[in-house]
């Protein structure tokens, strides 16, 4: 009852939250027109139509780092024209010094945060919670994705159709770079008719370390917060079409076991998107395959508990934030209740798909969210079918009530169905003090057969997430018998608290530094099932410091407690006794710029280490040649020494990269463990014919190493694979 009571006690604050919901910022009447265009525009980074001359500016574009809501020291145009289907936005980045423009990168969804940037920001409903994000970098690469709960989750798996040019350029009015848009109504979805769209738009230049934003350029506001953009408007005649994308696709595969034997197949299947309404939209597949999918990065697991890998296949990452629930403060996700990963995996052997359906989107005030898969029988699991239902209600401005319903077992033979509620209320403006707010209820019950025991798990986080000071708590109950069939959960029979406060101080003359992170987080789990604590750690950073170089160095002191209650084989061999262990660690850590040409990074961790000690040595050694080529190595080594025994646990990766054009791109990833003694090695040939028309090749192949070790290897299996993917739009 008295953890009943705690929660019940948190709505309580809902009245203080609410005070807050309305904006009190002066840029919440940022406003702009879009001009209809009277020609034609040529998609190639040159705003030289008469269209682009007679377009309005978008108006003043001040800084938000590193001085908030002051001039931008460089100048910046943005102008928006429309036709009846699509939106152009031209950028001129002007700039006083050309030859310091950073593009390093040029693949498809690159990461930007090394480059000078551009994002959009489209919030096409106008609800301030939802918006499509857009950027690129001088090199012209093309990046998207979704925002979804004001920021709270951004998908950068979802691709859309859409095109973007850039050029650089030195003419009488100064020197810089441009970039054209042109995104196609048919890839947004939207209410017809409606006039006004949230907008906002933002520049980065790198090596200044500076952030120039159109809407909103304070600190305390990231750019993802939907609720602080502007407003654009003059889309009324915007035209959707009849919605329906249809996308066919052909495979073909070449394989090759360890005794030389070769093997040839081929199949085909289709993706098909149609918008049920402007804001319902409808994804079905059949015979999917996911030949195109990235491996997964390796792992070696030192602790008691499962590692999490994210979902990289695209038909689940496709609109898949509407999905999410039960967030926590933390970074590593305790509970994931719908984790489509258990969907199409099982044990690590892939289950082949033989059809899905996907219905996402908006009706009203409520978003919603529903999936059915069918797999197919295999060797060693017979044929499934899969459920997940979502619905989420809209409160106010950034807050909802939401619940979630899963049903289907990947291994079992039985029945396994999963409930949730959530509850989220959120502001921007607590208190009118233009500070983010956020608290989170949830709780969840698992329905199997034949269990009856405390299968419910249930918690709340709170989080002030802001420039000057960040706070976090969260709190959570997981039972010994809860266990979502097709969600992640790390650990059962727990309870579990985390608090966390950051200190981020901006010192003005103090050794270059730009901004200090001083961080304490505490993190405790309790067996509830034992009434015994399981483990406690207490993380503290007293030096995290970003310069304003963008290199940083940071030390941390983390004293940790562990108590085993069963024999623990932390590797081959080695066994903790149960017990409890508590001993101290040590870090320290320190990368450089990533907008330089070369590139290091080298963490250690030092120090006690259950019954002896260990060292922990990451690093990452990173070679550009902008924007066409980025060469890779990394590397993590454990070397602990226990009175139980000793081990040494290693992980090599190296990625290289080439960029011909921001639509042919090849990409390379070897990995080795000393786990399970495998060199692995993938490359992927990416080609956009066009927007929505890919072909891909991929080549696989793995090496397995002697059991004498060394450099004695001998070839596992080979696979290469094509596909071809075509877009129909109607």
Same mark, same amino acid.
């Given at each position: 009852?008295?953890?009943?009571?705690?929660?019940?006690?948190?709505?309580?604050?809902?009245?203080?939250?609410?005070?807050?919901?309305?904006?009190?910022?002066?840029?919440?009447?940022?406003?702009?027109?879009?001009?209809?265009?009277?020609?034609?525009?040529?998609?190639?980074?040159?705003?030289?139509?008469?269209?682009?001359?007679?377009?309005?500016?978008?108006?003043?574009?001040?800084?938000?780092?590193?001085?908030?809501?002051?001039?931008?020291?460089?100048?910046? &145009?943005?102008?928006?024209?429309?036709?009846?289907?699509?939106?152009?936005?031209? &950028?001129?980045?002007?700039?006083?010094?050309?030859?310091?423009?950073?593009?390093?990168?040029?693949?498809?969804?690159?990461?930007?945060?090394?480059?000078?940037?551009?994002?959009?920001?489209?919030?096409?409903?106008?609800?301030?919670?939802?918006?499509?994000?857009?950027?690129?970098?001088?090199?012209?690469?093309?990046?998207?994705?979704?925002?979804?709960?004001?920021?709270?989750?951004?998908?950068?798996?979802?691709?859309?159709?859409?095109?973007?040019?850039?050029?650089?350029?030195?003419?009488?009015?100064?020197?810089?770079?441009?970039?054209?848009?042109?995104?196609?109504?048919?890839?947004?979805?939207?209410?017809?008719?409606?006039?006004?769209?949230?907008?906002?738009? /933002?520049?980065?230049?790198?090596?200044?370390?500076?952030?120039?934003?159109?809407?909103?350029?304070?600190?305390?506001?990231?750019?993802?917060?939907?609720?602080?953009?502007?407003?654009?408007?003059?889309?009324?005649?915007?035209?959707?079409?009849?919605?329906?994308?249809?996308?066919?696709?052909?495979?073909?595969?070449?394989?090759?076991?360890?005794?030389?034997?070769?093997?040839?197949?081929?199949?085909?299947?289709?993706?098909?998107?149609?918008?049920?309404?402007?804001?319902?939209?409808?994804?079905?597949?059949?015979?999917?395959?996911?030949?195109?999918?990235?491996?997964?990065?390796?792992?070696?697991?030192?602790?008691?508990?499962?590692?999490?890998?994210?979902?990289?296949?695209?038909?689940?990452?496709?609109?898949?934030?509407?999905?999410?629930?039960?967030?926590?403060?933390?970074?590593?996700?305790?509970?994931?209740?719908?984790?489509?990963? #258990?969907?199409?995996?099982?044990?690590?052997?892939?289950?082949?798909?033989?059809?899905?359906?996907?219905?996402?989107?908006?009706?009203?005030?409520?978003?919603?969210?529903?999936?059915?898969?069918?797999?197919?029988?295999?060797?060693? &699991?017979?044929?499934?079918?899969?459920?997940?239902?979502?619905?989420?209600?809209?409160?106010?401005?950034?807050?909802?009530?939401?619940?979630?319903?899963?049903?289907?077992?990947?291994?079992?033979?039985?029945?396994?169905?999963?409930?949730?509620?959530?509850?989220?209320?959120?502001?921007?403006?607590?208190?009118?003090?233009?500070?983010?707010?956020?608290?989170?209820?949830?709780?969840?019950?698992?329905?199997?057969?034949?269990? #009856?025991?405390?299968?419910?798990?249930?918690?709340?986080?709170? /989080?002030?997430?802001?420039?000057?000071?960040?706070?976090?708590?969260?709190?959570?109950?997981?039972?010994?018998?809860?266990?979502?069939?097709?969600?992640?959960?790390?650990?059962?029979?727990?309870?579990?608290?985390?608090?966390?406060?950051?200190?981020?101080?901006?010192?003005?003359?103090?050794?270059?530094?730009?901004?200090?992170?001083?961080?304490?987080?505490?993190?405790?789990?309790?067996?509830?099932?034992?009434?015994?604590?399981?483990?406690?750690?207490?993380?503290?950073?007293?030096?995290?410091?970003?310069?304003?170089?963008?290199?940083?160095?940071?030390?941390?002191?983390?004293?940790?407690?562990?108590?085993?209650?069963?024999?623990?084989?932390?590797?081959?061999?080695?066994?903790?006794?149960?017990?409890?262990?508590?001993?101290?660690?040590?870090?320290?850590?320190?990368?450089?710029?990533?907008?330089?040409?070369?590139?290091?990074?080298?963490?250690?961790?030092?120090?006690?280490?259950?019954?002896?000690?260990?060292?922990?040595?990451?690093?990452?050694?990173?070679?550009?040649?902008?924007?066409?080529?980025?060469?890779?190595?990394?590397?993590?080594?454990?070397?602990?020494?226990?009175?139980?025994? /000793?081990?040494?646990?290693?992980?090599?990766?190296?990625?290289?990269?080439?960029?011909?054009?921001?639509?042919?791109?090849?990409?390379?990833?070897?990995?080795?463990?000393?786990?399970?003694?495998?060199?692995?090695?993938?490359?992927?040939?990416?080609?956009?014919?066009?927007?929505?028309?890919?072909?891909?090749?991929?080549?696989?192949?793995?090496?397995?190493?002697?059991?004498?070790?060394?450099?004695?290897? #001998?070839?596992?299996?080979?696979?290469?694979?094509?596909?071809?993917?075509?877009?129909?739009?109607?």
């Amino acid at each position: 009852m008295k953890n009943h009571r705690t929660i019940l006690s948190l709505l309580l604050l809902m009245p203080v939250l609410l005070s807050g919901h309305t904006p009190a910022t002066a840029y919440a009447g940022k406003r702009a027109a879009v001009k209809n265009l009277t020609g034609r525009i040529s998609i190639d980074g040159t705003l030289n139509e008469p269209d682009w001359a007679q377009a309005m500016e978008l108006g003043e574009i001040l800084q938000r780092e590193p001085n908030q809501e002051v001039p931008a020291t460089e100048r910046t &145009v943005v102008k928006l024209l429309l036709d009846k289907d699509n939106l152009y936005v031209g &950028v001129i980045c002007y700039d006083s010094e050309p030859d310091k423009i950073v593009g390093t990168q040029m693949r498809r969804d690159a990461p930007l945060e090394s480059d000078d940037r551009i994002q959009i920001l489209l919030d096409t409903f106008h609800d301030r919670r939802n918006a499509f994000y857009f950027a690129t970098n001088p090199a012209g690469a093309l990046v998207d994705g979704l925002i979804i709960e004001n920021g709270r989750n951004i998908n950068y798996d979802w691709n859309a159709i859409w095109n973007v040019r850039v050029r650089h350029f030195q003419s009488a009015e100064g020197a810089g770079w441009s970039a054209e848009f042109s995104i196609p109504f048919k890839s947004l979805g939207f209410n017809p008719g409606q006039d006004v769209w949230g907008f906002n738009f /933002s520049r980065r230049i790198i090596r200044k370390i500076e952030e120039d934003r159109w809407s909103s350029p304070r600190l305390d506001v990231q750019f993802t917060q939907v609720s602080e953009a502007g407003d654009i408007d003059g889309l009324k005649d915007a035209e959707q079409g009849l919605g329906l994308d249809m996308r066919p696709y052909a495979v073909g595969k070449w394989q090759r076991d360890e005794q030389g034997n070769n093997k040839f197949t081929g199949t085909g299947g289709a993706d098909v998107f149609y918008n049920i309404t402007s804001g319902l939209r409808l994804t079905a597949t059949v015979n999917t395959d996911f030949a195109e999918t990235e491996v997964d990065d390796r792992q070696i697991n030192l602790t008691r508990f499962p590692l999490f890998f994210p979902e990289k296949r695209s038909f689940f990452l496709e609109n898949a934030g509407v999905f999410n629930f039960a967030q926590n403060s933390s970074s590593r996700p305790d509970l994931v209740p719908f984790f489509s990963r #258990r969907i199409g995996l099982l044990n690590g052997q892939e289950v082949p798909i033989l059809a899905g359906a996907k219905l996402t989107g908006k009706i009203g005030k409520y978003d919603i969210g529903a999936l059915a898969v069918r797999t197919r029988e295999t060797g060693f &699991v017979e044929a499934k079918n899969f459920f997940v239902g979502r619905v989420k209600r809209n409160l106010f401005k950034q807050s909802y009530i939401g619940g979630l319903y899963t049903e289907g077992d990947p291994s079992g033979t039985t029945t396994s169905r999963t409930f949730g509620a959530d509850l989220r209320l959120a502001t921007a403006n607590l208190l009118n003090s233009r500070h983010n707010f956020s608290l989170d209820i949830f709780a969840s019950k698992t329905d199997r057969k034949n269990v #009856r025991g405390d299968d419910l798990a249930y918690g709340f986080s709170a /989080s002030y997430p802001n420039d000057r000071w960040e706070a976090y708590a969260d709190w959570k109950h997981f039972g010994p018998d809860y266990s979502p069939a097709l969600g992640f959960l790390s650990r059962r029979a727990v309870d579990n608290l985390f608090l966390g406060m950051v200190f981020q101080p901006r010192p003005k003359k103090f050794l270059n530094v730009r901004q200090m992170f001083n961080e304490v987080f505490f993190t405790w789990y309790r067996r509830n099932d034992l009434k015994q604590v399981e483990n406690w750690r207490f993380f503290t950073a007293p030096v995290n410091w970003r310069f304003n170089s963008g290199d940083r160095f940071e030390v941390n002191w983390v004293p940790q407690f562990e108590r085993l209650f069963q024999p623990f084989e932390i590797a081959d061999g080695v066994i903790l006794p149960p017990g409890d262990y508590q001993f101290t660690r040590y870090r320290v850590e320190f990368n450089t710029a990533a907008k330089r040409r070369w590139e290091i990074g080298a963490t250690w961790w030092f120090g006690g280490y259950y019954s002896g000690h260990a060292d922990e040595i990451s690093t990452e050694f990173v070679y550009k040649i902008a924007p066409r080529f980025r060469f890779a190595i990394e590397s993590s080594q454990t070397f602990a020494s226990l009175k139980e025994g /000793s081990f040494v646990a290693r992980i090599f990766a190296s990625r290289i990269d080439l960029a011909f054009s921001p639509f042919l791109t090849l990409s390379n990833l070897i990995q080795f463990d000393n786990e399970t003694r495998n060199v692995g090695w993938q490359s992927r040939l990416r080609w956009i014919l066009r927007p929505g028309n890919d072909f891909f090749l991929v080549f696989n192949q793995g090496w397995e190493q002697n059991y004498r070790g060394g450099f004695n290897f #001998r070839q596992a299996g080979t696979r290469l694979t094509g596909k071809m993917q075509y877009t129909f739009r109607f």
